[in-house]
């Protein structure tokens, strides 16, 4: 799902909320600055999806109409299907990159991030009958995540671990160089997006 399609999504919905939605808080929901939230605004009322009422004049309103709502829908749908995608090849990831240390009887796997990524790393972890036994937290702003232990990242060394799990399904932007500069091996880093460039 592009990019701009998930702005979108996060727009309609609000909108579609309704009370107390402004410029601001809809920059602060879809985590971009406050003139691109202007631009898409702009762009969703030529498009006919949103209205803005300013009843009182004092205020603005913005309503979703009729057009709205079901581009609204298909985004959802759109935005569901991406989603199963995601997990699907999230999962499949795992699988075939675990086989190999299942292979190689290296089974301590840390996970990185506390988030629904890493639930989903760790179900499909323990479908494949290892237990993740550290899970790194680069905040570090939890005691435990799913009953395992959450270290900040400052206290890890490669050593610990023979597979880091970096649960994140965004892209890889500077993921595996960010954990290198860490200290952490490239071939111990798998990430949901791609397979790391070597096994141990």
């Known amino acids: ?6 702005r979108n999504l996060v727009i309609l919905n609000e ?5 107390g939605v402004t410029q601001r808080s ?3 929901k879809g985590g971009i600055a406050l003139g691109l939230t202007n631009l898409y605004l ?4 030529r498009k006919g999806y949103i209205k803005i009422s300013t009843i009182p004049s004092s205020r603005i309103k913005y309503l979703l109409t009729p057009k709205g709502i079901a581009e609204k829908t298909r985004l959802t749908c759109e935005y569901m299907n991406y989603s199963l995608h995601l997990y699907r090849q999230a999962r499949q990831t795992i699988r ?5 240390f299942l292979f190689q009887r290296a089974n301590r796997v840390a996970l990185y991030g506390t988030n629904e990524a890493t639930e989903l790393a760790f179900l499909t972890l323990r479908e494949l009958g290892i237990e993740a036994s550290l899970v790194i937290d680069g905040k570090g702003t939890q005691d435990t995540f799913l009953g395992i232990p959450v270290r900040p990242l400052s206290e890890i060394t490669g050593d610990e671990f023979d597979l880091l799990v970096f649960s994140d399904f965004s892209p890889d932007s500077g993921n595996i160089a ?4 860490q200290g952490i091996p490239e071939y111990k880093i798998l ?3 791609k397979p790391p460039p070597g096994v141990m």
Do not use: P
């Open 15 to 19: 909108v579609a909320n309704g009370t």
């Open 191 to 193: 990430t949901l997006q």
């Open 1 to 6: 799902m592009e990019k701009e399609d998930q």
């Open 26 to 28: 809809l920059a602060q």
């Open 178 to 181: 960010f954990l290198t500069n």
């Open 42 to 45: 702009k762009r969703l009322v």
């Open 96 to 100: 075939d990159e675990m086989k190999a």
